[in-house]
């Protein structure tokens, strides 16, 4: 079952790249006491993520943190080599916080994870954005088609901040 608004971010452990390589990043670390957008993506360097999801983020990162958000961050069910490896191809520069779920445990955790077991693709995360203040979720929009970006575009976020 998927985490619903209202509810408290689960504890779990992310990675990220740093300066000094990857290192371990606690959701308690990314939630508590801020307002935070994450908006997750069923993979790294897939065509809908790559012209689409993560771009509109990268380019309404400003605007979105104009409205008093903290984090804008993407995750996806990839590893943190990947995630950063997307990132830097994708310009996110310090706007977007690039998370990896390499084993998908916060994705089952929150009750998001995609079956594209059959596609050669494994279980990912589906395609969502989440707006979270001090660790309780406020607001989720889940894509119905993990193919389309409507409800978790960046567009759509700055509507409900």
């Known amino acids: 079952m998927a985490i619903e608004v209202g ?3 689960p504890s779990a452990t992310l990675k ?12 308690d670390e990314i939630f508590a006491g801020k307002k935070v957008v994450l908006f997750a993506l069923p993979g790294a360097f897939t065509p809908t993520c790559s012209a689409q999801h993560l771009p509109g983020f990268v380019e309404n ?3 979105i943190k104009a409205k008093g958000v903290d984090t804008v961050a993407c995750l996806a069910v990839n590893d943190v080599f990947v995630m950063d490896a997307f990132g830097k191809g994708q310009n996110v520069g310090e706007e977007v916080v690039m998370l990896a ?7 089952k ?4 994870e ?10 990912r995360s589906q395609r969502y954005a989440m707006i979270v203040e001090d660790g309780v979720v406020k607001s989720l929009a889940v894509e119905e088609n993990p193919a389309g970006v409507e409800v978790s575009s960046a567009e759509n976020v700055l509507a409900r901040l």
């Open 114 to 123: 995609l079956d594209l077991v059959a596609m050669g693709l494994g279980v």
């Open 109 to 112: 955790a929150v009750g998001l």
């Open 61 to 63: 990162a400003s605007a």
């Open 16 to 27: 990220r790249m740093t300066a000094d390589g990857p290192a371990d990043i606690s959701t």
């Open 101 to 107: 779920d390499g084993s998908g445990v916060f994705t």
């Open 7 to 9: 509810e408290r971010i």
